[in-house]
């Protein structure tokens, strides 16, 4: 059993003296873990995308990979502290959320694309957004077109913590203690936010992650980007 793909790397965990069991987002055959022998640690780290082979006697073995590095995203942050935190937190999700080796080529090219904006100075309103996509790649996306109660798509300010559909100022004014701020840079069309708004969009994503994927909780990357960034 074989094949080969483009791959992002989630995560490396040490195996022995000298190799890993790394897992990776591969683009045609979903988050897949394999057995990387020693001297490559440097290519697998978290974040690189790589071109990996991975063979193994029977489908359902752990199996090992030879990997080709094609971009070391992780190496041009590592001076910088809040961007390799937004990496970090972003592989975790994707390693926390995907169903083992079942194909998932948007979340794929949505990390890839995340990864790339992270050298931009909106990076942190990139990372919000992709949340919100991941979301949706996993079933359970919001709905921020129009208001849940009048239909309308004016001046959409809050979303339900309920259904996950956005709410007008002047519907959810009676009831605003009780529902999420929604950003307007996550509307059809936005741009980047500000720091208040990535914030609540940030929190808004957390949100739904935990009650619809994440009964465990957030990842300890995906907090600690917050704690860094929002505290």
Same mark, same amino acid.
Request: hydrophobic share 40%; net charge negative.
């Given at each position: ?10 995560? &490396?965990? /040490?195996?022995?003296?000298?190799? !890993? ?6 683009? =045609?055959?979903? +988050?897949?873990? @394999? #057995? ?27 199996? &090992?990979? /030879?990997?080709?590095?094609?971009? !070391? ?6 001076? =910088?502290?809040? +961007?390799?935190? @937004? #990496? ?103 741009g980047a936010g500000g720091a208040d708004e990535v914030a609540d ?9 935990e009650r619809h994927v994440l009964d465990g909780g957030l990842p ?12």
């Amino acid at each position: 059993m074989e094949w080969s793909d483009d791959a992002i790397v989630l995560s &490396t965990r /040490r195996h022995g003296e000298s190799s !890993a069991i790394v897992t990776l987002m591969t683009r =045609d055959h979903g +988050r897949h873990a @394999g #057995l990387v022998h020693g001297g490559k640690r440097a290519i697998v780290q978290p974040g690189n995308r790589v071109h990996a082979h991975w063979r193994a006697r029977l489908a359902e073995h752990l199996g &090992t990979y /030879r990997c080709e590095l094609t971009h !070391a995203f992780a190496a041009t942050l590592m001076d =910088d502290a809040a +961007r390799l935190s @937004g #990496l970090s937190a972003a592989c975790a999700m994707v390693e926390a959320t995907m169903p083992e080796r079942q194909p998932h080529e948007a979340v794929f090219d949505g990390l890839e694309a995340f990864l790339s904006a992270l050298g931009g100075e909106t990076w942190l309103s990139a990372y919000v957004k992709w949340e919100l996509e991941l979301l949706g790649e996993l079933g359970f996306g919001l709905d921020l077109s129009q208001c849940a109660a009048t239909g309308g798509n004016d001046r959409l300010v809050y979303v339900s913590p309920k259904s996950g559909r956005a709410v007008s100022a002047s519907a959810g004014e009676p009831y605003k203690d009780k529902l999420l701020a929604l950003p307007g840079f996550l509307l059809p069309g936005g741009g980047a936010g500000g720091a208040d708004e990535v914030a609540d969009g940030f929190r808004l994503t957390g949100y739904f992650l935990e009650r619809h994927v994440l009964d465990g909780g957030l990842p300890a990357a995906r907090r600690r980007l917050g704690a860094r960034l929002f505290t």
